[in-house]
């Protein structure tokens, strides 16, 4: 009988060992799929942060790109505008010098006359 409460004793040691390595196995699979899941998350995090830091990137050239091409119309519109004054300005004095020429004419003609 004592050498079966031995023997008992020597496998429920045994069992307790099993069941101990079994609780660590089981442990260190659990501490490897939650270290993978932060893995993952962190992955997933770091990617949507650049994700949204690129679109950030891309709003901004575009804002710069529409400020620039703005700017260009302004400039156009600007030298238009001073073409249209310079065109303008010169046909007024073109006009000016002809009414001064045919007053001048109309004056030698009355002195011509007289």
């Known amino acids: ?18 069941q101990l390595a079994e609780e660590e196995r089981d442990d260190l699979a659990f501490r490897n799929a939650e270290g993978r899941r932060i893995r993952d998350d962190e992955i997933e995090l770091k990617h949507k942060a650049q994700c949204s830091e690129h679109e ?16 260009k119309q302004l400039a156009e519109e600007e030298r238009d505008d001073l073409a249209f ?25 009355s002195y011509e006359l007289k």
């Open 56 to 71: 950030s990137y891309e709003l901004k050239w575009a804002g710069e790109r529409d400020a620039e091409d703005y700017k």
């Open 1 to 18: 009988e004592s050498y079966e409460l031995k023997w008992a004793g020597e496998r429920d040691a045994e069992d307790y060992k099993k």
């Open 85 to 109: 004054r310079n065109a303008e300005g010169r046909r007024i004095r073109d006009d000016e010098i002809e009414l001064k020429h045919k007053a001048q004419c109309s004056e030698h003609e």
